[in-house]
Every structure is written in structure tokens, then in C-alpha cells.
């Protein structure tokens, strides 16, 4: 059997699991000081935000409740489609609450855009947007990101949640993959 498809390569490390973990715990340092007082109601973007999200709430000293938010805005490939679909609603109102939306990455700045729409319009107290990574680069759109982590290249990423076609989710690391044969 061939191995040379892109999901199947072993992608190459661009942001170690170490480095990674330390500025996590800075940003929730961030964001607990800036809520001090505050319950806070973190919503989770799927499926990429997913370990991100249970890595960073677990550093957040602050009082909170968690809502998944089902969204899917790349079918298979690797640019954006500009289309986003919501796949899993939130469980719970966000009328006068301050909401936190963690994402994974910010390529075109589509998708982070139609979510912090979509939720203002259920009218939260407040509501500020943090993610992983972000493509200066790449954005197609204005958008604020209150909590960042990294800005990286236009580079397609996989690892730490993210995925390429379903694969490479559960890596500790952020990593690349080497689109040379
Ligand atoms: P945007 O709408 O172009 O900003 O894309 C945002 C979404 O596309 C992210 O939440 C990811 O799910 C996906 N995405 C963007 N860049 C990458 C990448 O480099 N690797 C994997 N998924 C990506
Ligand atoms: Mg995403």
C-alpha cells in the first residue's frame, strides 16, 4: 500500500508541546485576571478547539460553565471554502452572560467573524474571542482576537486538535506538513 498521501505523512514540528504549553498558561493567566470577579460561560468551537479548550479551562481560576459550538468550514481541503455550517447548537441561552469563544486557528478570519456574530445576536454581556494560532497572512477580513497565542505563516497546520481530512488530531505538538516530495 502507498503512503505518500498528505494525511498519512508525518507532519514536522512548528511549535513544540513545551513552548505551547507555557503560553496556554500565560493566556489563562491573562483572561483569569481580566474576569476577576466574573462568571464566565467558555464556549468551545469543534471539533478543533478541543484540547486546546480542556487544556486552557483547566488553568482558568474563575468561576465558569462550558457549551460546545459545532462548525465546519473546510470540507476535506485545504483553503477555506468561506462557507461555515453550525453542526451542534449551544446547550444553554447567552443572554446577559460574558462569554468567552476559544477557537483553534484564524486563516481567513471567516470563520471566527460569522461565530461572534452569530453569538452577539443572542445578546451576552460581553463577549471576546481567544485563539491558538492565527495567519496574519491569510486573513481575508478585519477581525479582532482578544487573547492570542501564536501568529504563525500561511503554513497548513495539523496537531493539538487540529486536523487535515480527520487526521493528525491527537499530536501534543503543532505541526506542518511538508507539502515536498
Ligand atoms: P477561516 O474561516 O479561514 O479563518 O478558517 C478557520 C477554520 O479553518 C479553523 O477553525 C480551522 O478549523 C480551519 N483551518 C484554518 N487553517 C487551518 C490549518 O492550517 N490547518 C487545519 N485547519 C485549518
Ligand atoms: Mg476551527
Redesign the pocket.
Known amino acids: 500500500m502507498r503512503t505518500s498521501e498528505p494525511a498519512t505523512k508525518q507532519p514536522k514540528i512548528l511549535i513544540p508541546e513545551v513552548k505551547l504549553q507555557a503560553r496556554i498558561s500565560e493566556l489563562a493567566q491573562e483572561i483569569a485576571h481580566d474576569y476577576q470577579g466574573r462568571e464566565i460561560v467558555a464556549v468551545c468551537?469543534l471539533k478543533?478547539s478541543f484540547i486546546f479548550f480542556s487544556d486552557i479551562i483547566r488553568r482558568l481560576d474563575i468561576p465558569m460553565s462550558c457549551e460546545f459550538l459545532g462548525?465546519s468550514?473546510?470540507a476535506n481541503k485545504m483553503v477555506?471554502s468561506g462557507e461555515?455550517k453550525v453542526t451542534l447548537d449551544l446547550n444553554e441561552p447567552l443572554e446577559g452572560k460574558h462569554v468567552i469563544v476559544f477557537?483553534?486557528?484564524?486563516?481567513?478570519?471567516?470563520?471566527?467573524s460569522y461565530i461572534m456574530n452569530l453569538l452577539r445576536g443572542r445578546r451576552p454581556a460581553s463577549i471576546k474571542s481567544c485563539s491558538l494560532l492565527m495567519?496574519p497572512e491569510?486573513l481575508?477580513i478585519e477581525i479582532d482576537v482578544d487573547y492570542l497565542g501564536f501568529k504563525i505563516g500561511k503554513?497548513?497546520?495539523?496537531g493539538y486538535g487540529?486536523?487535515?481530512a480527520g487526521s493528525h488530531r491527537g499530536l501534543p505538538y503543532i505541526g506542518f506538513i511538508d507539502q515536498e516530495h
Open positions: 468551537i478543533g462548525v468550514s473546510y477555506s461555515v477557537e483553534d486557528i484564524v486563516d481567513s478570519g471567516l470563520t471566527l495567519k491569510a481575508k503554513e497548513f497546520v495539523v487540529i486536523d487535515y
